[in-house]
Structure formats: C-alpha cells, structure tokens
C-alpha cells in the first residue's frame, strides 16, 4: 500500500532556506523602511538580505528563540514605542525646564527574574531605546542589570516600573 508523503517533509527545505522566517520578514521591511521608497530592485534587495543574513547567521543561533504569544509579543512593542515617545518628550521636558542639580540621576540595579538570554538582551533593549535610561552591565551570574537612570527620585519605584511594565510582559513572551 503506497503512503502519502506528510506535508512536513517539505519543511527542512523551507528551513534551510528560511531558518529564521520572522528575522526574515523584518530584514526585508526594515530595508525597504530605509530607502524610503518602493520600487521592484528594492523589494528584492530585501529579499536578498532578508533571506542571505539568517542563513549566513543561523550556526551562531543552535537554540532558536522560543516565544509563547506572539499576540502579546505585539502588545509588547505597541507599548514599548508608545513609552519611546512619552519618555521623549519627559526627558525634552527636563532638558528645557530643569537644573542639573535637580536631577536624581542614579545607577540602578534591577533583579532579574528572567532567565532566557533573549529575553534579558530585548529587556536591556528596551530600556535602553527609552529616553532618559541606559541598560550598561549583565552582571556575571545573569540576575542583575546595571541601568543608568536620568532622573529617578525613588529607585525603589524606578526597578518596580521597569520590571512591572516590561519584565512581567517578556515573561508572559518568552518561556
């Protein structure tokens, strides 16, 4: 009796060839974002990078990110951009209106309670891609990270706000 193939066994073909698709499709918009224009010679050239650097990158990635809710993943960068653009106008705010001697600027160490490196690399991210804080150092064993704060009176409140808006949610992302 003849058995049909399963449908997956087209699978490590479209692998090999797209390892990581996702990166894949990113690569190709962001390229298209940076020339600021649409014309057939771009999309391609899109293509091309989109589907050569996951390829050419893919031996340094042996264990592929894991990801539980892509829903939430894009909550995640809804919000994350939304605090881009208050933290922006927070720190032109202090920039214009307040001395230097009434800023708190801190070093802050906030607690880890993730443990996936993907996760802590887009946690760090986004604190540093927020105006007015800077993710600098992982500290060795992984359970710390070094934040430069512009303007945090109260650290205590500082961590719980980035762990609360940020942590929490890459938790609920990342396994």
């Known amino acids: 009796m003849a058995h049909a193939q399963p449908t997956t066994a087209k699978q490590p073909t479209f692998r090999r060839w797209f390892p990581h698709p996702l990166l894949s499709l ?14 057939a010679g771009g999309l391609l050239v899109g293509l091309v990078l989109g ?9 340094f990635w042996p264990d592929r990110p894991r990801m539980r809710n892509y829903g939430k993943l894009f909550n995640y ?22 001395s230097n001697t009434s800023l708190h600027t ?28 800077v993710s600098c150092d992982l500290s060795a064993d ?5 934040v430069h704060c512009l303007d ?8 719980r706000d980035m762990k609360q808006r940020y942590e929490s949610r890459l938790l609920e992302i990342f396994p």
Not at 27 to 37: D, G, R, V, Y
Not at 51 to 59: K, Q, V
Not at 77 to 98: G, K
Request: net charge negative; charged share 10%; hydrophobic share 55%.
């Open 77 to 98: 960068l809804l919000l994350v951009m939304w605090d881009i653009v208050v933290a922006n106008l927070q720190v032109a705010l202090i920039i214009l209106f307040r």
């Open 142 to 146: 992984g359970r710390h990270l070094l």
């Open 26 to 39: 990113t690569l190709t918009l962001i390229w298209l974002l940076l020339i600021n224009s649409f014309s």
């Open 106 to 133: 801190r070093w802050v160490s906030v607690p880890l309670d993730l443990t996936n490196p993907e996760a802590i690399t887009v946690f760090a991210g986004t604190i540093t891609m927020t105006p007015g804080t």
């Open 51 to 59: 589907i050569a650097i996951p390829r050419l990158t893919s031996s």
């Open 152 to 159: 945090a009176p109260d650290i205590e409140a500082s961590v």
